[in-house]
């Protein structure tokens, strides 16, 4: 144990980082591995860090341990130096499994000895320069410096990135000259109408056809890979005869749990897509699983879809085609493309699955077995009818019909064989006459499959495209890991807030408007996009800064007396707060002040310490909004010695001589609330990754995630509050009503602190 402690620090990870690592025996045994054959080449000092990161790197990512000497010799030959070297060298053992690999074509698809000389990057950046130098001129250093770095680097694919950033930085300081009073103004916010990206470009503008050079419909034949039969140009007539050339997207959640933020962006890609250009967009649910499908599902899928302020051009099932997909699935036996096959179900999981014996069954018999599937004459997984097809990744005859003795939510009884995924999806999309098939890059290994299936039963067929889905870092989004964190009591429900789901972000208080800025701000790349959760919350803080109500509210109160108040006075005066302060449009509140006031008990410190200027017996303080200054003169303890109420005096802010250092923020008749604060629900990054939470998901909770504040008191301004209203209460953080709340009892939810917390990123 020491010896591989010692080991691994040796090549530059920390104390606590190595000893993470020992904890996974596999990741332990492989790191073990590389850094002993790199040793071989460089000897036992010769692994530097940067070697060493690349090693460790390799070692948790790679799964055939039968090619870690040959990526270590490569990594401490260094003939693979970078990331993205790496990378490309994982990608390429994984899609080349077979013995023996070819050494060239593996070294010239990692980059292995391509040298970048100065002079290349040099005219490289020059030339994206060029390029956007219009635009450049215009917009100076508020330009988007990321995407010449991102052209430069896609013309020099192995150059170092660091030399491109200084030589962008260098022609762009030659070109525009030293920054100017004008740069260093502080860059206007984003409005939250104006959805940009990082580019620039609203989403409408990134989703047009032209900007992502989709094919027009009835030229889906002018696609890369699609597949021309005798009978293609005949069904894209057909199609354009029913559709009138309008584009046809559709969103097809599967109704068995609760859509989170990575859905966000599908739904904004197909509904946006067809708004973009003056199209229409299905929600069709795939509730093709009745095990696991609820009704609550659907009501919540419908709900997040219209929340985000979609409206779907009509709402389908893949149900409602039951019977038209059993009539195709007869037909498709009849052409000689399908079998009805006896292998068992942990047969059939996997790639190297063994070829079915019945595969050449005649097809007389296959369709009077799969007639005595639909009759219920087999138990669950007795039978299954399955394609004659090889899909991209490997996997081979694929099942289109299953056996389930399970009552579904729409068709109750009537079916007892349900088609699959691979089977259903693009024959209901060739129904619905969909144009774009939008979907994640994932479904890429199935995209030949798609266009086999339309075109061996001569149906209309679409072209799917794929696009990259958005993840989100400090969370998991699996359905079926939330309903672990639901069964443990980690977490209330789905839409408990510390989640990424959208019923949950919702509920903290996320605008929907926030969540449509942001996958604007990814935007519609087609590579998969890992953002992390702050900038989520920079776009929610951007809406609501615009939107929100001011009110004040004090969390953890302390009770001041002002002592030359009228007692007998009820309320003294009345203070006047708008309820935005940019906007004097959007109206003022009233909020009572009396002699009896409560504020934040972080805003008073016994013992003056240098740098704070809230209230001391030696500093007094404003308070916003009330015109006055208060003055501490005595402090009340309890027999503890702690500090329980202050008593003051106070003057009107014009009286004094001094203006004061602070204006705090304070109550007075308030209503009691609770309040509830939360955090980051998981500790790492990455909560599923092994190699940075060794023992899974669950042991990465964060124990301070939630902290629930039951006396906390909010100025009367927000009575009469609807559940999901926002606000910012002054100095604290935004806020929004929680559907717990009771005419009796305010319960609000911290949706985003005021700013940004650095310790976060």
């Not at 094919?215 to 354009?240: A, D, F, S």
């Not at 609820?294 to 985000?308: D, G, H, P, S």
Request: one cysteine or more; charged letters at 25%.
């Amino acid at each position: 144990m020491a010896d591989a402690l010692t080991l691994f620090t040796s090549i530059g990870l920390s104390e606590q980082k190595a000893k993470e690592t020992l904890k996974n025996e596999a990741l332990s045994s492989a790191l073990k591995d590389a850094i002993v054959q790199a040793q071989r080449v460089h000897g036992p000092s010769g692994v530097d860090k940067a070697m060493g990161t690349l090693l460790y790197s390799m070692a948790s990512r790679l799964r055939d341990t039968k090619r870690l000497a040959f990526l270590s010799d490569h990594i401490a030959q260094r003939k693979i130096c970078t990331e993205l070297q790496l990378a490309a060298a994982l990608d390429f053992v994984k899609s080349h499994p077979q013995d023996p690999m070819n050494q060239k074509e593996f070294e010239d698809a990692c980059g292995v000895g391509v040298v970048i000389t100065p002079e290349q990057i040099e005219d490289a950046v020059e030339s994206v320069i060029k390029k956007h130098k219009e635009q450049l001129l215009k917009e100076r250093y508020r330009f988007n410096m990321g995407l010449l770095m991102g052209e430069a680097r896609t013309a020099l694919k192995w150059a170092d990135g660091k030399i491109i950033k200084n030589e962008v930085d260098m022609q762009v300081l030659h070109l525009l000259g030293p920054k100017t009073e004008a740069d260093l103004e502080k860059k206007p916010k984003v409005t939250p109408h104006s959805e940009m990206n990082n580019e620039g470009k609203s989403l409408m503008e990134q989703l047009r056809g032209e900007a992502l050079k989709f094919h027009k419909p009835g030229e889906n034949y002018k696609t890369e890979g699609y597949v021309v039969t005798p009978n293609t140009m005949n069904l894209l007539k057909k199609h354009l005869e029913i559709t009138g050339g309008q584009i046809r997207t559709r969103f097809p959640p599967e109704p068995n749990g609760i859509l989170h933020i990575g859905h966000a962006k599908a739904i904004n890609f197909n509904f946006g897509y067809a708004k973009a250009n003056s199209g229409i967009c299905f929600l069709r649910y795939d509730d093709t699983n009745p095990e696991k499908e609820e009704e609550k599902y659907f009501t919540a899928i419908r709900e997040m879809v219209e929340w985000l302020g979609y409206k779907p051009y009509a709402i389908t099932h893949a149900s409602d085609n039951f019977q038209q997909l059993y009539d195709l699935a007869v037909d498709l036996i009849r052409r000689g493309h399908a079998y009805v096959c006896h292998q068992k179900g942990e047969e059939l999981k996997g790639h190297n699955v063994p070829p079915s014996p019945w595969r050449d069954r005649p097809v007389e018999e296959s369709l009077i077995l799969f007639e005595r599937m639909k009759k219920g004459l087999y138990a669950e997984g007795e039978a299954t009818l399955r394609m004659k097809m090889v899909m991209e990744d490997g996997k081979m005859d694929p099942v289109a019909y299953r056996i389930k003795y399970t009552p579904h939510h729409r068709t109750g009884d009537e079916w007892c064989i349900y088609p699959t995924y691979d089977y259903t999806h693009c024959l209901c999309d060739s129904i619905e006459n969909i144009t774009h098939s939008l979907c994640t890059k994932e479904f890429q290994a199935r995209r030949s499959s798609y266009f086999w299936l339309c075109n061996a039963l001569d149906v209309y067929c679409p072209v799917q495209w794929e696009y990259g889905r958005l993840n989100l870092t400090y969370t998991v989004v699996s359905k079926r890991k939330i309903i672990k964190l639901v069964e443990t009591g980690i977490v209330r429900d789905w839409d408990d807030p510390r989640l990424f789901t959208l019923t949950a972000l919702r509920r903290r208080g996320f605008p929907a408007e926030a969540i449509n800025n942001f996958c604007a701000r990814v935007g519609v790349t087609v590579a998969q996009v890992t953002m992390e959760p702050h900038l989520l919350e920079a776009c929610v803080r951007d809406v609501l800064n615009e939107t929100a109500p001011r009110a004040m509210a004090v969390l953890e109160p302390l009770k001041v007396t002002i002592t030359n108040l009228p007692e007998n006075a009820k309320v003294c005066t009345l203070s006047l707060a708008l309820n935005h302060p940019w906007h004097p449009a959007k109206g003022s509140h009233v909020v009572p002040f009396t002699r009896t006031i409560f504020i934040e008990q972080s805003d008073f410190r016994e013992v003056m310490e240098k740098g704070y200027k809230r209230l001391t017996p030696e500093q007094p303080v404003g308070l916003r909004h009330a015109g006055y200054v208060i003055f501490v003169q005595r402090v009340i303890k309890d027999s503890q010695g702690k500090v329980v109420a202050l008593e003051v005096t106070c003057c009107s802010s014009t009286e004094t001589a001094e203006k004061p250092k602070a204006f705090i923020h304070w109550v007075s008749q308030p209503l009691k609330c609770e309040v509830r604060l939360y955090e980051r629900l998981f500790l790492h990054r990455n909560p599923e990754d092994p190699s940075e939470v060794p023992g899974g998901f669950l042991s990465d909770i964060n124990p301070n995630s939630l902290q629930v504040i039951s006396s906390a008191f909010v100025d009367s301004s927000v009575k009469g509050a609807k559940v999901f209203d926002k606000f910012q209460f002054e100095r604290v953080g935004y806020f929004s009503l929680d559907p717990d709340s009771t005419a009796d009892k305010l319960v609000f939810n911290r949706t985003v602190t005021l700013k940004e917390d650095p310790g976060k990123i």
